[in-house]
């Protein structure tokens, strides 16, 4: 996506009755998002506007920036300087790294950037206490469960119908597996948003941020990395502090099920390969695995 040279007029007025007069401003956003992101600069420094496409997203992340975020401690994440509902518009601090997805640093960094993540990942889970998640996470499990009939019909012809049952019954045990362990999410925990900058790990982007079952949180780099790189699944879960239960490596088999239709559905539509791929690796992935 390409930003204007410029902010739009109204967010311009707002940003610098905040920060002053804007000295320089840079399209940021990432090439896949509905959020505008743009770098501006001014007399006090360095700063990040961020618009959300809908108002769902401005509140999980403002939620997010006031309730959780600042658990995570200096230069791990960015800071909430202001927030306009009105615009659905945050300033956000500026954090040194680029995406850990971009940078491909060396094996042992790479563990070490993951083991950090965990560790972060873990502070932001448990802003939420369980007990006070518990209903929202129940949530997830429902809505997980009833849509996948949505994702199934949209996928086609990218899932058989021996493949399309498979993940009916893997996503099918979701309910059967009780309350699980619930907290904060993030929402979309993957390298995409771990910012690297040789030594320190920052975690960012919280637009999709909710309470929900922790394991959740998990499905993207279990879909997309550890099947390559079953090390950083160790470093992770390191850092974490614990590794997941018997009954959370059962869900999140569920939830990978059900990102999988997700991804076939989404990606052949929208032309988006990586998630085309990632959902038809992990359905590959779960047939071998039942047949074992």
């Known amino acids: 996506m390409t930003e204007p040279a410029s902010l739009p007029s109204s967010l311009a007025r707002w940003v610098e009755s905040v ?13 896949r998002t509905e959020s505008h992101v743009w770098e501006v600069i001014s007399r006090t420094g ?37 927030s306009s509902a009105e615009l659905l518009a945050l300033i956000l601090t500026p954090v040194e790294g680029e995406p850990l997805k971009s940078v491909t640093p060396p094996a042992a960094r790479r563990r070490a950037a993951h ?25 997830t499990v429902d809505a997980t469960v009833t849509g996948l009939e949505k994702h199934i019909a949209a996928a086609g012809d990218h899932l058989s119908v021996s493949e399309a049952d498979m993940i009916r019954r893997i996503v099918g045990t979701l309910p059967a597996l009780g309350p699980l362990p619930a907290g904060f999410l993030h929402g979309d ?52 502090g614990r590794p997941l239960s018997a009954v959370e490596q059962q869900a999140l088999a569920a939830f990978a099920a059900a990102d999988a239709a997700r ?24 047939a071998m695995e039942g047949r074992r």
Not at 19 to 28: D, S
């Open 19 to 31: 920060l002053g007069p804007v000295q320089a401003v840079r399209g940021t956003s990432h090439a």
């Open 46 to 82: 360095r700063h990040f506007v961020k618009v959300s496409p809908e108002p769902v997203f401005y509140t999980c992340e403002t939620r997010a920036y006031r309730a959780a975020v600042p658990r995570l401690g200096y230069a791990n994440a960015p800071a909430l300087k202001d």
């Open 115 to 139: 083991e950090q993540a965990g560790r972060l990942l873990r502070l932001f889970h448990n802003a939420l206490p369980n007990h006070q998640a518990q209903a929202e996470a129940a949530h």
């Open 189 to 240: 925990f993957w390298e995409r948003n771990l910012l690297w900058n040789g030594r320190r790990c920052a975690l960012t982007d919280y637009e999709r941020s909710t309470p929900g079952p922790l394991v959740a949180d998990f499905v993207h780099l279990a879909t997309a990395v550890w099947p390559d790189h079953p090390d950083l699944a160790t470093a992770l879960f390191a850092g974490y």
């Open 263 to 286: 991804a076939l559905a989404y990606g052949p539509r929208c032309g988006d390969t990586d998630t085309t791929a990632r959902g038809r690796r992990t359905v590959e992935r779960l």
